[in-house]
């Protein structure tokens, strides 16, 4: 996840086209055939005649506001006023709009990758752009293109020359594309950076005018819901059709590779339709077990000492355990955590002329294509995707198998496409369909040397794999360890010379999947912990001991150094009030976070502060970054208090949100966000604002009661 | 059945025990007002019956019948205009699914309480879930709206 940036500025080629009237601009990664034609798609932006600008994100927009953080890439370079921009969705050429932080090979938005991915793409976009209107200006007016500037959407000449950019763009479109467009430098930039760039989408957002996959009402569009099986692994054997299709409304009952869906004329009718379906599952193969057996399991794995695929080894820990003065051996257990987006799965699929059309939260577009052409049986020229505004993600909407997508378009063929189909999840579809962040133990044998420092650590840990038997697993499986299990442990900048890390992935019936900052969920919650019990056996401050390991680590020092500040690390407390301190570094961001938490006197507690700085490189979009740690905090806030699916002979125990508790508002801590400066290039902010939180709380509990909690989440 | 919503008479066809959000979504194209968990658990699809807040996937049609119904689509006023702007101006949303009930029961506390306290906030609002945890800028929001009231 940390790569460079596989295209430099000299990699580029640039093509162009024209599309309708405007200009349109792309770029094409050199590897690209330059022969074959710009298609309408291969396209950052498009400036209409009347002056308003079009943006084509790569990237989904799932409330991280990238569509915002884009247009102010743009709108640096080809100096915009931001009310004339519009951001859509891209997909359809990987040539395009390939991630550049996963090689550019494929579409997609994960991993906090999409402003790391776009900060040089847009700004050349916008560059470009910006010097074509020139050229094309400068042309008109018979003047030097050195006397000719674009400013706040306008085209500026001498002699008081003032126009739009609009009347320019069909002339710009036939300028020759600039190999090398002029980047304005950092001491010329208005925006980036800077305060007062506002999200595009707040007013439509806070006015309920926002269109998601859940508002879209296409002409005769039809509902569908998805009786799907109760046991993961379990299949349709047989279904009576009978009493559904005597609900009014009910147009179709049909099979699905997913399950039996029950499609009518609007939401209500649909659910009703299938509480009168009745199905017989074939339970052959589905996982039967409950949390109980899972976790007997995982602890029996935990203990054997027969060998597993190492994620990291070096010298010999058991030796140097045996030289330790004092040692922790401890076992941590997490449990699987659902997304519980707000805005349930669902996906829109009809047929218009020729072509599929998919309305959805794409996030891996081009994947979600292919498997929507094969589930069509057409080609995937045949398929037209739209990039929808989603209710939220939190790594739910990336799936190899595009579950909602692939259901959508089956339905819709299941009626002779002849009308749309929106297939839409319930929320208890949603809370107990699976792929939950797994389940996971990690069992440590941790020593203190003389010096009070580490001295020897073996550490094993059990659980399911996220990639393995998908199209990701040669991405991220690599000699039996999944990365994302071991990711933040096994690569710790506090593990000593003598160190050891190995992996067991169980296999278990229960689908999982990538959640909000990953294996950072619970790697990061160990090794603050563990870290900070240390520190209180070697009699040290945990700021202070932290400080001392991670001597060599500067982007470290730096958010300790200022979070300590901020919070007031080391003064004291009102009686009743403790702090805990974690730091972690995740996808190319470090953190740290200081939670005041208070005692209610009864048992409890209550998180009522938290501070945190960050480093994410340059900050491309202060208050967006600010935005997203505050969310960030919220949401690993919630897990870590109360967040647990938990399953009874293979059944998921908790249906909606009175079993799966959320953060609510009045838990939601005073945070306090600090950005380090930076001029490095711009890193992830969606999830390294996750991984802190739960270790930080965990440390403050630890500092009140002297007892370590190793078990998630913390109120069970 | 005929249904006043936003000051407008609708005739709907549809079973009197349909929750009133999926006839406001799906029957009238009201999609302002969200669909979040259908159990009066997240308010997402809070509204107004008469002036006084309900959730709509907890109303069935027959209950709102004869009666004035306001979703975010019809809030207009003095407090409406301070609570939208507040959100707007403090980049309150994020995905923003959630954010049409969040406006809502604003909009509710701030009528009923010009200046509501921290506490009073968390107390109206904390049926309201938001799962990319805006929670900090709702409660900013809320005092910028006072503010913007009591002006």
Request: charged share 20%; aromatic share 6%.
């Amino acid at each position: 996840m940390n790569r460079q940036l596989p295209l430099s500025r000299r990699s580029f080629l640039l093509t162009v086209g024209a599309a309708g009237a405007g200009l349109t601009l792309g770029f094409k990664a050199q590897a690209a055939d330059p022969a074959q034609p710009p298609s309408p798609f291969q396209a950052y932006l498009r400036i209409s005649p009347d002056s308003t600008v079009t943006i084509l994100s790569a990237h989904m927009d799932m409330g991280q506001g990238i569509y915002s953080g884009i247009a102010l890439l743009v709108a640096e370079e080809l100096d915009l006023d931001p009310a004339a921009i519009a951001v859509e969705g891209a997909w359809g050429n990987p040539k395009l709009y390939g991630n550049l932080a996963w090689g550019g090979v494929a579409q997609g938005t994960g991993g906090s990758t999409a402003m790391k991915s776009s900060f040089q793409r847009y700004r050349m976009a916008g560059a470009a752009a910006r010097a074509m209107l020139v050229e094309a200006a400068s042309q008109a007016w018979r003047v030097s293109p050195h006397l000719v500037r674009v400013e706040h959407g306008m085209v500026i000449g001498p002699k008081g020359r003032k126009a739009s950019i609009g009347p320019f763009a069909e002339a710009a479109a036939a300028q020759p594309v600039p190999a090398e467009p002029r980047l304005k430098s950092p001491t010329e930039w208005r925006l980036i950076g800077k305060e007062g760039f506002r999200r595009l989408d707040s007013a439509a957002k806070s006015t309920g005018r926002q269109i998601y996959t859940a508002d879209l009402r296409l002409p005769g569009m039809l509902t569908a819901v998805l009786a799907r099986p109760p046991l993961f692994g379990a299949t349709v054997k047989s279904f009576d059709a009978t009493a559904a299709k005597k609900v009014p409304g009910v147009v179709e009952v049909a099979t699905t590779s997913r399950g039996v869906a029950v499609i009518a004329t609007d939401t209500w009718t649909a659910i009703k339709g299938r509480q009168a379906l009745s199905v017989e599952w074939d339970q052959t193969h589905a996982e039967t077990r409950g949390s109980a057996q899972l976790w007997a399991e995982y602890r029996r794995l935990a203990g054997e000492s027969t060998p597993a695929p190492i994620a990291a080894s070096r010298g010999n820990p058991d030796q140097a355990l045996k030289r330790a003065v004092a040692r922790i051996d401890a076992t941590y257990e997490f449990p699987y955590l659902a997304h519980a987006a707000m805005e349930p799965l669902n996906a829109v699929a009809a047929r218009t002329g020729d072509m599929i059309e998919v309305w959805g939260g794409h996030q891996m577009p081009d994947l979600y294509r292919a498997l929507a052409a094969k589930a069509a049986g057409v080609a995937p020229e045949s398929v037209r995707l739209h990039v929808m505004m989603t209710g939220g993600g939190f790594g739910r909407r990336a799936v190899a198998d595009g579950d909602v997508v692939v259901e959508a378009v089956e339905c819709a063929k299941a009626i002779g496409w002849r009308a749309p189909v929106k297939v839409q999840w319930t929320r208890e579809d949603d809370m107990t369909g699976g792929r939950y962040r797994p389940m996971m133990l990690h069992k440590v044998a941790a020593g203190i040397g003389l010096d009070g420092q580490p001295l020897g650590w073996r550490h094993r840990i059990v659980g399911q794999s996220i990639g393995a038997g998908t199209p990701f697993e040669k991405m991220l499986v690599h000699d039996g360890v999944d990365h994302t299990s071991v990711e933040g442990v096994s690569d710790s900048p506090y593990a000593p010379a003598d160190f050891h890390c190995d992996l067991i992935s169980p296999k278990v019936g229960v689908p999982v999947l990538w959640w909000r900052s990953v294996g950072h969920t619970h790697t990061a919650f160990v090794t603050e912990t563990l870290i900070d019990e240390m520190a209180v056996l070697a009699g040290k401050d945990p700021l202070a001991y932290r400080r001392a390991l991670l001597a060599a680590h500067p982007r470290h020092l730096a958010v300790l150094d200022l979070v300590a500040a901020k919070a007031g690390w080391g003064e004291k407390l009102p009686p009743g009030r403790f702090r805990g301190l974690a730091v972690h570094q995740s996808f190319g961001s470090v953190v740290a976070q200081v939670a005041e938490i208070v005692l209610d006197g009864k048992g409890g507690f209550k998180v009522i502060r938290v501070v945190c700085a960050v480093d994410c490189g340059l900050a491309v979009q202060p208050d967006q970054i600010r935005a997203q740690m505050e969310g960030g905090i919220g949401f690993g806030l919630g897990a870590a208090l109360n967040g647990r699916i938990t399953l009874t002979d293979g059944r998921v125990d908790q249906t909606n949100f009175n079993g799966y508790e959320v953060l609510r508002l009045d838990e939601m801590p005073v945070i306090e966000v600090h950005i380090v400066p930076s001029a490095a290039p711009p890193t992830g902010v969606g999830e390294p604002g996750v991984p802190p939180i739960a270790p930080a709380v965990a440390n403050a509990l630890a500092a009140a009661t002297g007892k370590r909690t190793r078990t998630l989440p913390l109120r069970s | 059945m005929r249904l006043t919503v936003n000051g407008v008479t609708h005739q709907v066809e549809a079973a009197a025990d349909t929750p009133l959000l999926w006839v406001l979504r799906d029957h009238l194209g009201l999609t302002g007002t969200k669909y979040g968990c259908g159990a009066a658990q997240c308010g997402a699809c809070l509204i107004q019956l008469d002036g006084k807040p309900a959730m709509a996937c907890a109303t069935p049609l027959s209950a709102a019948e004869g009666r004035a119904i306001t979703t975010i689509e019809g809030i207009s006023g003095r407090v409406a205009q301070a609570v939208t702007a507040a959100w707007t101006e403090l980049d309150v949303p994020q995905c923003g699914y959630c954010q049409s009930g969040q406006v809502m029961a604003a909009m509710t506390l701030l009528t009923d309480n010009p200046k509501p306290t921290d506490a009073q906030i968390d107390d109206a609002l904390s049926g309201h879930l938001c799962r990319c945890a805006t929670y900090q800028r709702i409660r900013a929001g809320i005092h910028a709206a006072a503010r913007k009231l009591g002006a």
